[in-house]
């Protein structure tokens, strides 16, 4: 069953600027985490933020939390060609397991 | 940095046959997984395994069974293959069943059934 769900299911920019892509999700959670996915390869764990957390940054990525409206949002500052991939978000719940999203492919254009 | 080695990154194979696909993990991590990945689909879980001969079913276990002989070794198996189980296959594994653990995937394997 899907629990997070991205928005947009794509986006193009231009090298430089920033990429905000969203997630929704239904249930109640211990934490979300977003993943990458270079074309034609395996998931790569970018951050995880827990359910008492609202932000979080590493790097050029800040992710914010809203367990109110049940939303995360994933913001990429100063984009560079090689963030070109696409972009999911995991929410683990009481469970212990990850379910993920559709994914949004995020396009950098030099 | 743990390493997830799937056997194979590209397989065909044909309709009815059996076939299996290995994932091998080098962290000691107590839990495995396998997710198939579709356009438009995005990933879904098959099976996991928090310990050694330990499994239990994902969201979608039909047409798939798995066997943990070994903790650093996860394999999936299909019984009759099917050409509705063409698809990306990603193994993933985790340190523990605590919460706020993040997963380690493999680079995954492409399999073609004709």
């Known amino acids: 069953s899907q629990q997070g769900e991205e928005d947009p299911q794509a986006l193009s920019i231009q090298e430089g600027e920033n990429a905000t892509m969203n997630c929704s999700y239904k249930t109640s959670i211990n934490n979300l985490q977003w993943y990458r996915q270079n074309s034609g390869r395996g998931l790569v764990h970018l951050i995880l933020?827990?359910?008492?957390?609202r932000e979080k940054h590493s790097g050029r990525l800040r992710v914010t939390l809203d367990t109110s409206k049940k939303s995360s949002s994933l913001l990429i500052t100063a984009s560079r060609a090689a963030d070109t991939a696409s972009y999911f978000c995991?929410?683990?719940?009481?469970?212990?397991?990850?379910?993920f999203g559709k994914g949004t492919l995020l396009t950098v254009n030099p | 940095d743990v390493k997830v080695t799937q056997s194979s990154r590209y397989l065909v194979k044909r309709t009815g046959e059996k076939v299996f696909l290995e994932c091998v993990q080098d962290?000691?991590?107590?839990?495995m997984f396998w997710y198939r990945q579709d356009p438009g689909l995005g990933l879904r879980l098959i099976y996991f395994?928090?310990?050694?001969?330990?499994?239990e079913k994902g969201d979608i276990p039909e047409g798939y069974s798995v066997s943990r002989e070994k903790k650093e070794r996860f394999s999936l198996i299909l019984e009759s293959a099917s050409t509705n189980q063409t698809s990306m296959y990603l193994c993933a594994s985790s340190r523990s069943s605590a919460p706020n653990e993040k997963l380690f995937f493999g680079s995954g394997t492409q399999l073609s059934v004709l």
């Open positions: 995991a929410t683990e719940s009481s469970n212990y397991k990850l379910t």
């Open positions: 933020i827990r359910s008492n957390e």
């Open positions: 395994s928090y310990d050694v001969k330990m499994k």
């Open positions: 962290m000691d991590h107590e839990n």
